[in-house]
């Protein structure tokens, strides 16, 4: 989801460390329930026309337990899902109600589709899924809840998704022990282990900020790294960036200014203000200008006011022609794909 994030903590207090964003819901994963190559599209047969090859009989599942498979579902698994038989097809039922309340809910929130922007339409709508047992839903009606300072409200909505299982439920639950008064570090670190273990990239950095600061749990920098490396690697920009910190500085990592070198560019590549700025006074050392001016004004734009000095210095060692390529070459670039 597309929101302004605040930050934890809020203000930087000259580490070289970023400090971690609250959250967004956008990028989240799920695990996908795919039906066999021979599943049964809708039919009133009974049992016998939703069995496997294998002799089990997945039509006779509870709708409880159908329900807990299908809340882990995306809206076109979730659909694939209900065509496995009828049974399945009433047991989801809520949940593909649920699925058209959040696509209301985020053209609500975001003024899509043709609707103005209206939170409070958007929180009902969010508030209808999360009823019908959407997770997803429930953190998204948290997040409002969270941006109106109705902390608790968020807290109960995010418990009750991680509760089913949701991973970004599970990593919010887990920042928002650090953000509620008093914090409650030990919980959280609890939550954010649960939803790094599972991969969610987001909770694996936040997991290691924790590690690396000591909260909530024992200063670990080695550990740190680790998880800091996981999320990088699963495409987490700001993990990227404390990777090749930890690359530079040798912390909790073997030093290599090859590998630092590398993290650096792949989070100024896909649009971390701070590695712009670092990767290009690294190409200005090595005498590469023009590069060096594009990093340094995508850093200017992203807000490094300390990027522009440095950049109207080597400017005025370039000709006309070179700085009109320079703008346009900024002009016409674009971020690389991530999960931040």
């Known amino acids: 989801m597309e929101m302004k994030q605040t930050t934890w903590p809020g203000r930087s207090n000259g580490r070289r460390f970023t400090s971690c964003p609250l959250w967004s819901t956008k990028g989240k994963k799920h695990h996908e329930l795919h039906p066999t190559k021979h599943s049964n599209r809708m039919s009133g047969r009974g049992a016998s026309s939703s069995s496997s090859t294998d002799g089990r009989d997945f039509s006779a599942l509870p709708y409880e337990l159908i329900m807990i498979i299908g809340v882990s579902l995306s809206h076109p698994n979730l659909r694939a899902a209900s065509l496995a038989c009828k049974s399945w097809y009433e047991a989801l039922r809520p949940l593909r109600q649920a699925m058209l309340y959040m696509r209301w809910g985020k053209r609500f929130k975001h003024g899509r589709g043709g609707v103005q922007p ?8 969010f508030l209808k899924g999360a009823a019908l047992g959407s997770p997803m839903a429930m953190v998204d009606a948290g997040l409002i809840y969270w941006e109106r300072g109705l902390k608790d409200k968020a807290v109960a909505l995010y418990q009750k998704a991680a509760d089913l299982g949701d991973l970004a439920g599970k990593c919010n639950l887990g920042i928002s022990y650090l953000q509620v008064e008093p914090p409650n570090p030990k919980e959280a670190v609890k939550w954010l282990y649960h939803a790094s273990n599972e991969g969610h990239t987001r909770a694996q950095y936040q997991l290691a900020l924790c590690l690396h600061h000591g909260r909530g749990v024992d200063r670990n920098i080695k550990e740190a790294a680790r998880w800091y490396l996981k999320a990088a690697e699963g495409g987490y920009v700001r993990a990227m960036y404390n990777v090749s910190l930890c690359y530079k500085f040798e912390e909790g990592l073997a030093r290599s200014h090859c590998q630092a070198r590398k993290w650096m560019k792949r989070a100024a ?28 004004e995508l850093a200017t734009r992203g807000g490094e006011s300390a990027s ?3 950049k109207d210095v080597i ?3 370039l000709s006309e022609t070179s700085r009109d390529d320079v703008m346009l070459l900024v002009d016409q670039w674009r971020a690389l794909p991530s999960s931040s």
Do not use: C, P, W
């Open 269 to 296: 590549d896909r649009g971390h203000s701070k590695a712009q700025y670092e990767h290009g006074l690294a190409l200005f050392s090595e005498g590469e200008k023009i590069k060096a001016v594009v990093y340094l």
């Open 308 to 310: 522009a000095h440095v």
């Open 118 to 125: 209206n939170m409070d339409k958007a929180l009902d709508a």
């Open 315 to 317: 400017l005025q060692q």
